[in-house]
């Protein structure tokens, strides 16, 4: 995870490890990253969550449709820089 200290320093840190048994897919991924965030009690902080965009979580659950990034990783590293 990464957040701004006092400073305006970003920080990154590891918040949890979790083994996935069975199907690693969206649905199942979405409810262990949520219990994480109910765990640490940070639920009401997250304001986004970034995945790799792998196969198993292009996924949109309700209509089974693939989603596309709205910004590209390069676009998003310009801003970065700016």
Same mark, same amino acid.
């Given at each position: 995870m990464h957040w701004i200290n006092n400073d305006l320093e970003r920080v990154s840190a590891c918040?949890?490890?979790?083994?996935?048994i069975g199907q690693c897919n969206y649905e199942v991924l979405a409810k262990l990253v949520e219990a994480i965030h109910e765990e640490f009690d940070i639920t009401?902080?997250? &304001?986004?969550?970034?995945?790799d965009s792998g196969s198993n979580?292009? =996924? +949109?659950?309700?209509?089974?449709? &693939?989603?596309?990034?709205?910004?590209?990783?390069?676009?998003?590293? =310009? +801003?970065?820089?700016?």
């Open positions: 918040l949890a490890i979790r083994r996935v009401a902080k997250i &304001t986004a969550t970034v995945t979580v292009l =996924e +949109d659950p309700i209509d089974g449709e &693939t989603q596309k990034s709205e910004i590209s990783d390069r676009e998003f590293e =310009e +801003d970065q820089h700016q």
